[in-house]
């Protein structure tokens, strides 16, 4: 499946490109574009290229947006978007999406505990929801607002979304929990509260966030 979902997107620019799959007896080998430099991960965390540049967290956050929105269109729904699925350019302004171990073309899902935990939604952490069906479009947004807060911190707000991580406990009793945690500005915490809200289908949408995003003033204090 992982192969099948993604050559079916290969094609986005912002896409690692997928050219050839072979299997043995004990594994299977994925032959992909040469990617030489950094994944974002290393961007964010160690360089940390993207702290206080507004243009430059627009530029790539906005390419995030739109090959995750175009794997949606494509009916393929990553479920773990994260830093180091996601291969950069030398200089950090080009990204490109790899690691499709855990996509599916369900638009819902059983499967619970998909991916990462501190990039899952809660619904996805499944304990909270009685472990019922999810979005798995919806539960890429959430990990989208995640990436969002990599970029503009170089940290993960949270270890996971659950109520026993005390960074999220704080989150859900403080609607200004980025602003004063965080040196961003209070139209960043905005767009991050409607990114992370409880309920999936009232979340801020792809194309409503590319929007938010293109036009906000400043992400920083």
């Not at 990436?147 to 009793?173: A, E, K, Q, R």
């Amino acid at each position: 499946r992982e192969m099948i979902l993604h050559r079916h997107v290969s094609d986005h620019p912002n896409v690692l490109t997928l050219h050839e799959a072979y299997e043995d007896k004990y594994f299977t080998y994925f032959v992909l574009d040469y990617a030489p430099f950094h994944s974002l991960l290393e961007h964010v965390s160690i360089r940390k290229i993207f702290y206080r540049n507004d243009e430059l967290v627009r530029k790539v956050f906005v390419e995030i947006l739109d090959v995750v929105s175009s794997c949606h269109q494509r009916g393929v729904f990553h479920r773990d978007l994260r830093p180091d699925n996601i291969m950069c350019s030398k200089d950090g302004s080009q990204v490109y999406l790899t690691q499709f171990s855990y996509a599916t073309n369900s638009e819902t899902s059983m499967r619970h505990g998909c991916g990462t935990p501190a990039y899952m939604s809660p619904e996805n952490m499944g304990e909270a929801y009685d472990y019922a069906p999810y979005s798995t479009k919806h539960n890429d947004i959430w990990s989208l607002g995640v990436i969002l807060v990599n970029l503009l911190t170089g940290c993960n707000p949270w270890g996971m979304p659950t109520y026993d991580d005390p960074d999220f406990w704080d989150f859900m009793h403080n609607p200004f929990f980025f602003y004063h945690t965080f040196d961003i500005s209070l139209e960043a915490n905005a767009i991050l509260e409607r990114l992370f809200d409880l309920d999936p289908f009232a979340r801020i949408s792809i194309s409503e966030l590319r929007e938010e995003v293109i036009n906000i003033e400043t992400f920083f204090t």
